[in-house]
C-alpha cells in the first residue's frame, strides 16, 4: 500500500500541541518518552496500567489537569479531575476505588474560589464512591500558574475475567460510542472566548464508571477494549486504537452523535466535532454478535442514552481510520498536528 505521511517535525521547544492528544502528542511519546521508560506495562499505551498482585489484578492511573478556566458551565477543575481519573481506571475494567489529589496554587488565588473546587472534588468522590487517601499541595509566584492546576492518582479493582485492552481488538469488531460528542470542547470555548449561543452549551463531565459496569456485567468477554474521547476528541482515540492494535477502521459519519446546537457551534467555529474533547464519552470496541446486547445496555443509562453503533474494525489498511461521510464519499481521519482547543482538560 502506498501511503503520504508528513514529514517528522522536529522541534527545539515544547509548543501547546505537544499537549493536545494528537500527532505531536504521539510523537513526544513515541521518540521520547516510551524508549526512556519502556516496560511491558507501558507497551499498551492504555490510559492506564493494570498490575497483577498475589490475589487480585489493579489497575492504576494518574493525570494532570490544566483547564482554562478552571470554572466553567457543567463543572470545574475539581470534578473534572475526579471523573476524568476514574474514568481512566473504568476504560481499564477497574471499579475506581482511591485517589491522591495534589494542588498546584498559583499566589493570589481566591480562597473562595479554591472552596469551591474542594468542595467539587468532595462531591464527585462521594458520588462514585471514591475516596481522597493522599495528596500534597504546592505555591508558585503570581504569574506562574493561572491560578491553579491538579494532579491525581488513582487505583482500581479490575473485575474478574475481564481483559481490557487495545491490542486486544481485532478485525470483525464494531465500535461503539456511548453519546453525544463535543459537548466539553465547545462549552470550554464560549466561556474561554465569551462567545453566546441560544442555548446554553455546558460540559459533559460525568464519571462513567456506572455505564462500563453495566456493560461489562452483560458482556465483559466481549469487549475488547475502552478508550474515553478526551484530548483530541473521536479521531484521534480511534487513531491511536488503529495504530496499536495495528487493524483499520471504518466510521459512519452520519452516525456519530452530535447536539444540533453543537454542531451548529462547531460550523460556526470551523472545527470538526470528530476531533473536539469529550469528559464522559467513551468508544467501545466489541465482537459482533454482542453489539445488540450492548447498545440495549448503555442505553438503559441516562448517560448512554445515545449510544449508536459508528463502525466497524478491518483488516484493510493498519493504523488508518477511514470515515464514510453523509454523502457517500470516503476521507481519511487522520492525526491532527497540535490541537485545535488547548488547555481543555
Known sequence: MLECRTPLETYDTITLGHGGGGRLTQELIQE????????????????GAVLRTDHA???????????HPYIFPGGDIGSLAVHGTANDLAMCGARPLYLSLAFILEEGLPVEHLRRIVGSVRDACREGALEIVTGDTKV????????????TAGIGAVIPGVEISPRRVRPGDRVLLSGSIAEHGIAILSVREGIEFESKLVSDSANLWPLVSGLLQVGGVAVHALRDATRGGVAS???????????GMVLEEAQVPVREEVRGA???????????ANEGVFLAFVAP???????????????GQSARLIGEVTPDHPGVVRLRTRYGA?????????????RIC
Not at 462547531?266 to 473536539?276: A, M, Q, T
Not at 476521507?331 to 497540535?338: I, Q
Open 266 to 276: 462547531c460550523e460556526i467555529l470551523g472545527l470538526d466535532p470528530l476531533y473536539v
Open 289 to 303: 454478535e454482542a453489539v445488540e446486547t450492548a447498545l440495549e445496555t448503555l442505553r438503559r443509562h441516562p448517560l
Open 330 to 342: 470516503t476521507r481519511v481521519v487522520d492525526l491532527l498536528s497540535g490541537e485545535q482547543l488547548p
Open 32 to 47: 521520547l518518552l516510551l524508549p526512556a521508560f519502556r516496560n511491558r506495562h507501558l507497551e499498551d499505551l492504555h490510559d
Open 57 to 67: 489484578r489493579l489497575a492504576f492511573t494518574t493525570d494532570s489537569f490544566v483547564v
Open 237 to 247: 482515540v480511534a487513531n491511536e486504537i488503529a495504530r496499536t492494535a495495528g487493524v
Open 140 to 151: 508558585v509566584e503570581r504569574g506562574k500558574g493561572d491560578g491553579l492546576f491538579i494532579n
